[in-house]
């Protein structure tokens, strides 16, 4: 097992363009995390999955982010018309429902930077 | 009122020294607490856990949770170089939410 993965490591795209994420949980947590940290900042919950339900969405995400996670494994977020406000780090994390000491695992992130 | 606070810093402490982080939240049904640390351009890696008052120790980290006060603290013993970075405290919130709150963060500092 090689951890969470993140792809992109780093994304620049102009104002107003659309870009899109992709997450890959360790493969026995069924439960997956978005999140997003700016600089001096902790970071800020964006949406959980367990599966493929998305149970749960801070009202930090705005009609211009979705997640998915089709099939319970890979997850996306997609970005549409990004603005400048979005540039940030963007972190995916996984759980174990039965290993609660263990929190979240992070993947390495995706640093978006919007020009 | 942030739902969970930390102190900025930075927190400078000499090398062997015992450094002390602290973290209050606000909800009182909170029932999980975490510490990351997390260094410079890296994700954040989890630490401790810790549900029960009292103390609980790994190594040379011992958190320390009072429900009662609403704080969670975080002591690294025999600091190091190697322990300066930021240190996110995360808190559960609240019984049925699964996801987790972060405070913004304590950086710390160990001098050689």
């Known amino acids: 097992d090689t951890g969470v993965s993140q792809d992109p490591r780093h994304k620049i795209t102009k104002r107003g363009q659309n870009v899109t994420f992709r997450c890959d949980p360790i493969?026995?947590?069924?439960?997956l995390y978005w999140y997003r940290q700016t600089l001096g900042q902790g970071p800020e919950f964006l949406t959980y999955?367990?599966?493929?339900?998305?149970?749960?969405k801070s009202r930090l995400l705005s009609d211009r982010f979705s997640a998915e996670r089709p099939k319970g494994s890979f997850s996306t977020l997609e970005i549409q018309r990004t603005e400048q406000g979005d540039s940030a780090m963007y972190l995916c994390?996984?759980?174990?429902?039965?290993?609660?000491?263990?929190?979240?695992?992070f993947g390495s992130g995706t640093r978006l930077t919007v020009v | 009122q942030k739902e969970v606070e930390q102190n900025s810093g930075p927190l400078s402490v000499p090398e062997g020294a015992i450094a002390s982080l602290n973290c209050t939240y606000s909800?009182?049904?909170?029932?999980?607490f975490f510490w990351y640390r997390q260094y410079s351009g890296k994700s954040p890696e989890l630490i401790m856990s810790?549900?029960?008052?009292g103390d609980k120790e790994d190594g040379r980290f011992t958190a320390q949770l009072n429900k009662a006060s609403q704080y969670v603290s975080l002591l690294i013993r025999d600091s190091q170089p190697s322990d300066s970075a930021t240190y996110l405290c995360?808190?559960?919130?609240?019984?049925?939410?699964?996801?987790?709150?972060f405070g913004s963060g304590t950086r710390l500092q160990v001098q050689p």
């Open positions: 994390a996984s759980s174990h429902p039965d290993r609660p000491d263990y929190g979240y695992t």
């Open positions: 493969s026995e947590h069924n439960r």
């Open positions: 999955f367990q599966n493929e339900a998305q149970l749960e």
């Open positions: 909800d009182r049904v909170s029932q999980s």
């Open positions: 810790i549900y029960s008052n």
């Open positions: 995360a808190v559960k919130v609240a019984p049925g939410r699964r996801a987790l709150t």
